[in-house]
Every structure is written in structure tokens, then in C-alpha cells.
């Protein structure tokens, strides 16, 4: 699996987009990007996930560099309750042996 | 329903306590995992069920020992823990593995081992 960057900690302002950026320069044509969140002391929440076009549902939007070396997490509206980490994981859609690998994440920390 | 249940929330247990950690769906998942979280580090991946069958074991020590005794329950058997088993321990669940990158997690069980 490709390896993601991410910067360990973001803030923003209640009410503000929040736009979380994740490098995975060596991602392979056939990985998706997925993204999971955790709020303190819950488990992992499945946000979003792309293979190449811009996606967007109830929670966010993701949007995937046309080389697909980066890509960047939108939360167009940020409230108090989004503050949570934020990982980026990149993965071939299917398989046998399924594996999601976290690394450290962004901390986003939503302000008043 | 879109829920994956963990009981109990908080355990204390000792050295030498026999104790389990039970996970439940009602989604008609067929693939359910067990994950592992040290404090201010990421979920890493325990045990990984499929159908009913141990499909991944990320070389646990046998001090934890699953168990899926059908297709909604998932069982973590504890005995002979050590002070640095303490952590959350998360179960999670997918349509299959198939579709295992879309996991629904459970909101863990923090165990203290003392």
C-alpha cells in the first residue's frame, strides 16, 4: 500500500471550511483514497472515499489531485463536534486480505 | 441499523484474570476484526474474521485468543495479560472482505490490566 503524509495537527474556525491535505505521491493506479476520522474516545468513522474523480456525500468532500499524488479532505462547514483526528489511508478496493493500516493522522481541532 | 456493539465499556482486570471482550452487528456483515489502540497512537490490526473463519492473525500473542461463534458475534478471550496489554480495543465490521476498506467500528472497550 502507498504511504500517506499528513500534517499531525490543523486548527479551524467553527462555522469555516476545514481542509485537511494528505500526500500520497506514490499511490498505484489502482488505489483508493479513503478516509476515516476518530473522535476522542470513539472508534474510527468511515468518511469518504475516491479513485480519481472529486466525491462528496453528507460529510465531506474529497478532492483528488488529476495526478494523484495528493489529495485534500473538505469540511465545508466546521462545527465543534468535527474536532477529531483525521487519516488518511490509501488502499486497492477488494482483495483477500484486507488490511486498513492507520498512520498518525491530522488532529483538527475545531475553534470557537 | 448501522451499529456495532462493544461490551463492556471499561474493564480492570489482573495479571491472572480470565476475562472476554464482546463485539456485536446486526448488518448481516461477514467480515468482523479486532484492532488494538494504544493512547495517542493509531488502531493497529489484530485478528481479521471471515465467515466465520480466522482469515488474518497479525502475529498476536496467544494470551488473546478470538473467537466468532457466528456471523453477528465476535469474542476477544483475555487470560494472562500483561500491564501493557492495557489499551482500547476495537471491533469493527464490512460487508465482506471484499469490502473491508468500509468498516464500521464499534466504540471500543478500554482495558486496564493491572
Known amino acids: 500500500d502507498a504511504k500517506t503524509t499528513q500534517p499531525p495537527s490543523m486548527d479551524c474556525a467553527e462555522g469555516r471550511a476545514a481542509n485537511l491535505p494528505c500526500n500520497h505521491s506514490?499511490?498505484?493506479?489502482?488505489?483508493?483514497v479513503y478516509w476515516y476520522r476518530q473522535i476522542h474516545s470513539q472508534g474510527p468513522q468511515y468518511i469518504i472515499h475516491?479513485?480519481?474523480n472529486n466525491e462528496t456525500n453528507e460529510m465531506a468532500s474529497l478532492i483528488i489531485t488529476e495526478d494523484r499524488k495528493s489529495s485534500t479532505l473538505i469540511l465545508p462547514h466546521a462545527t465543534l463536534r468535527d474536532t477529531a483526528v483525521y487519516y488518511c489511508?490509501?488502499?486497492?478496493?477488494?482483495?483477500?486480505?484486507?488490511?486498513?493500516?492507520f498512520g498518525t493522522g491530522t488532529l483538527l481541532a475545531v475553534q470557537p | 441499523d448501522t451499529e456495532v456493539t462493544q461490551t463492556p465499556k471499561h474493564l480492570v482486570m489482573g495479571m491472572t484474570n480470565k476475562k472476554s471482550l464482546k463485539c456485536e452487528q446486526h448488518?448481516?456483515?461477514?467480515?468482523m476484526y479486532w484492532y488494538k489502540q494504544k493512547a495517542k497512537k493509531p488502531p493497529e490490526l489484530m485478528f481479521v474474521?471471515?465467515?466465520?473463519?480466522?482469515?488474518i492473525n497479525e502475529s498476536v500473542p496467544s494470551r488473546f485468543s478470538p473467537e466468532c461463534p457466528n456471523s453477528s458475534l465476535l469474542n476477544l478471550h483475555l487470560h494472562a495479560l500483561q500491564p501493557e496489554d492495557s489499551a482500547l480495543y476495537l471491533c469493527a465490521s464490512s460487508q465482506t472482505l471484499g469490502t473491508g476498506n468500509e468498516q464500521y467500528f464499534g466504540p471500543g472497550t478500554r482495558l486496564t490490566v493491572t
Open positions: 475516491g479513485l480519481k
Open positions: 448488518m448481516g456483515h461477514r467480515a
Open positions: 489511508i490509501v488502499r486497492v478496493e477488494g482483495g483477500a486480505t484486507n488490511k486498513l493500516i
Open positions: 474474521y471471515s465467515y466465520e473463519k480466522l482469515s
Open positions: 506514490t499511490i498505484s493506479g489502482n488505489e483508493y
